[in-house]
Nanobody
Framework: QVQLVESGGGLVQPGGSLRLSCVFS????????MAWYRQAPGKQRELVAS???????NYADSVKGRFTISRDNAKNMVYLQMNSLKPEDTAVYYC??????????WGQGTQVTVAS
């Protein structure tokens, strides 16, 4: 059974930084493609960043140059380093695992609020 748990959210001022973490409980983490999604109030969930099992990364245009996704296969962890945060980055951030292009699990979400 797959379980994902996010942490690291919180309240930060515009221009600040946060680092989100997600721990994957299950087998064969290294074979998973991992991603971070976010959902703001009244909006659809959107892909923020992804990293494949081969460590290829992809970013939404809105976060390119500001966010960095990384993974540590030895620790079954995926991270999202968020710099130069803007109020429009405010959302609940979710960790997602995929294998063979099929979603195998979601985390419960962690709230990120960017406000002064």
């Amino acid at each position: 059974q797959v379980q994902l748990v996010e942490s690291g959210g919180g309240l930060v001022q515009p221009g600040g930084s946060l680092r989100l973490s997600c721990v994957f409980s299950g087998r064969l983490f290294g074979f998973n493609d991992m991603a971070w999604y976010r959902q703001a109030p009244g909006k659809q969930r959107e892909l923020v960043a992804s990293v494949t099992s081969g460590r290829t990364t992809n970013y939404a245009d809105s976060v390119k140059g500001r966010f960095t996704i990384s993974r540590d296969n030895a620790k079954n962890m995926v991270y999202l380093q968020m710099n130069s945060l803007k109020p429009e980055d405010t959302a609940v951030y979710y960790c997602n695992a995929q294998r063979n292009f099929i979603s195998i699990g979601w985390g419960q979400g962690t709230q990120v609020t960017v406000a002064s």
